[in-house]
Nanobody, 119 residues
Framework: QVQFVESGGGLVQPGGSLRLSCAAS????????MGWYRQAQGKQRELVAT???????NYADSVKGRFTISRDSAKNTVYLQMSSLKPEDTAVYYC?????????????WGQGTQVTVSS
């Protein structure tokens, strides 16, 4: 089993910054990737940023240059530094942990944290 503690969400004005964190604990080995996804009200969940165990990153076009994903492997924690926030960034942000054990891949999701960008 894997447990998550997500934090850092909240209300911020347009142009502001927030830093999300997601700490995973439990039976964690074979980490393939960690990442962040978001789901706005009435919309499908979408990728925000991912970071593989090989330190490769992938960002949604809408956040490139504004968001940065990073990871503390020793703490099994992934971060998302968000800057120049826009109202359209408003969503519930979920962290995702991908474990690869032999041929089997396991996906685990955090509980989500709300980010609201509004004046």
């Amino acid at each position: 089993q894997v447990q998550f503690v997500e934090s850092g969400g909240g209300l911020v004005q347009p142009g502001g910054s927030l830093r999300l964190s997601c700490a995973a604990s439990g039976s964690i080995f074979g980490v393939s990737a960690m990442g962040w996804y978001r789901q706005a009200q009435g919309k499908q969940r979408e990728l925000v940023a991912t970071l593989t165990s090989g330190a490769n990153t992938n960002y949604a076009d809408s956040v490139k240059g504004r968001f940065t994903i990073s990871r503390d492997s020793a703490k099994n924690t992934v971060y998302l530094q968000m800057s120049s926030l826009k109202p359209e960034d408003t969503a519930v942000y979920y962290c995702k942990l991908v474990l690869k054990r032999g041929p089997v891949i396991y996906d685990y999701w955090g509980q989500g944290t709300q980010v609201t960008v509004s004046s």
